[in-house]
């Protein structure tokens, strides 16, 4: 943590967990009997409980989206700079609900969670989950925060995904709808590159099937590699030329196979080796999932504002240029089908080097454009 | 085969090795004592010995680029498309010379060859070899073969690359240079794509650090991930969407990592499997390693034009519209530094879907221009 707490964090925060013993039916066709969700809240929910918003989480985040754990934390939650007093998302208006998703591996119910019926881990147990079964999950726990209509659900990447869905499984209870470097579906580069992901972990020898954790090891190479090539479709090529171009590791080269050559190669080295050691590879395969399987459009004929025209919500729609994880054109596709479909629609394309991880970045059109779409909505 | 020998194909071929006792100094500061080159060759030289062109391999190619080996195999060498009677490159009018690059496994002295000092596969003693040494291996294969200078070399990708070295290397022995879909040096991102594969291969517990052949196993699922991975690469977003979109493979999802739900998906692990089982992990890492060192402006104070300034020959440099990996920006640099170095540079930007896989695809305009190229050509 900085020295002092910054006056625009929301400060010292603590995870709360929410026990759930009603059975969640789940797309796959199976059921999970009872779990648990954990999430933080920010700000305060108002006497007619109409501004709470609600943040979903992309691959690999989880609740802890602003402020500090603890005094010694290093760094804030990973949203940090949007959420907080008099930021994007204004924590001195709105009562911000962040959770880990179900399948998650950092408190909610997912593969390393012990499976009640086994006493062991679930690992490759865990049902399969999709975005409509998270969106179904996330709506239990606003019964129990009391909060019956979000003023809005936003999210990134895959938690736009999230918001998207929000419109579409509880239209009543989502009055706008924030979608950031988001897509309708991913493409089939997408999936492509998630399936070399699983494969890199499913191949790991030390993955089990996926029961590794009752083998007492970790598929450590296969997540590393995992995330290396999650990694290069974050950035921009232009980010990565800007940040290391050709710059060399050492002041000359190697010629071997052993030694790190370029500083490109020890950055992704160094994020797939520490990724490796905090999360769960079975998670990382039920996330890519959930991204291969969204897809709204298609239960409509493949007409995506067929399945947007039950929404009742507003929309903001933000992509970055550089992003070609979920170029702009995927975020044209939305707001297409939403003005298609005769929609409240605001949509911003920010000219941004950083790529897909621009949604995580303070950039000031950005976080400005974001903060005064949210500022105008009613509270 | 087809039932007859197409009227424009070269025929029937076979290889040949030329044997080399003297060594080759090569750049790592390591020395091959003896290594041997197999290489077909297309046509006839002609008295003047001024026809003949020299066809440079990308990262998995050999040497065997046109006809058929064998009245059974099923389909022709790898750029038959391009070599061949009245073809782009014409065998009427050239002496087509097709080689297996030093460090390769399809014929060449390569980590898969015996060591003469220990009896055993070379494996990871094998040194690491660049595109300049491959030039200079070529130009002594050139001298046996009594080719004082080559009418034309012609590369695609990595091909382009060592075309490109050639003039710098050798300007008096090269009239016109060829490079197709290629680059001047790698970005940060393509260095990225690249160790994602190496470490794959690295960190596949059969790799055994290289010397998989005398465990008697071969790191094959390494070799999967680098080739799906690279083949991502190879294929544009549209290319990809338009062969599979979100084609499933059976009629429902299976919500499983062990099915295969999109075609993609599919088509990913075939190729992977099928590359893994033909190809040498050893030879994989030296391709990457010779892509990701080849940068012949660094010794010119990142000056292009500098690097280009000695070479004698006039270029054609040929590019196609979706292609990332190599994108027609990579092209445009090779141009604008041989203008400045005010060079005859001819150069056609290819309207094709395909991506960087463009160059070994019969498109028509490529294959015109390609030909109208080579025709002008005195031999």
Known sequence: MPTAIP???????????????????????????????IYETYGELNAARSNAVLICHALSGHHHAAGFHDTEDRKPGWWDSCIGPGKAIDTNRFYVVSLNN???????????SINPLTGKPYGADFPVVTVEDWVNSQARLADVLGIEQWAAVVGGSLGGMQALQWTMSYPERVR??????????????NIAFNEVARQAILSDPEFHGGHFLEQGV?????LMLARMVGHITYLSD???????????????????FNSVEFQVESYLRYQGEEFSSRFDANTYLLMTKALDYFD?????????????????????????TTDWRFSPERSHEIVNALMAARKNVCYLEVDAPQGHDAFLIPIPRYLQAFRGYMNRIVV
């Open 102 to 112: 179900l399948g998650g591996c950092n408190g909610s119910t997912g593969p390393s």
């Open 218 to 222: 970790i598929p450590k190479r296969g």
């Open 296 to 320: 709204p459009a298609a239960a409509h004929d493949d007409d995506l504002a067929g399945a947007l025209s039950c929404a009742k919500a507003d929309f903001c729609v933000i992509s970055f």
């Open 176 to 189: 706008h709808c924030v979608a950031i470097a988001s897509a309708p579906k991913l493409s089939a580069q």
């Open 7 to 37: 006056a625009d964090s929301v400060g010292l925060v603590s995870p709360k967990v929410e026990h759930f013993a009603e059975p969640l039916a789940l797309a796959c066709g199976r059921t999970l009997d009872s779990y648990q969700l």
């Open 238 to 256: 232009d980010a990565m030329g800007t940040k290391f171009g050709r710059g060399l590791k050492s002041e000359k080269l190697n010629y071997d």
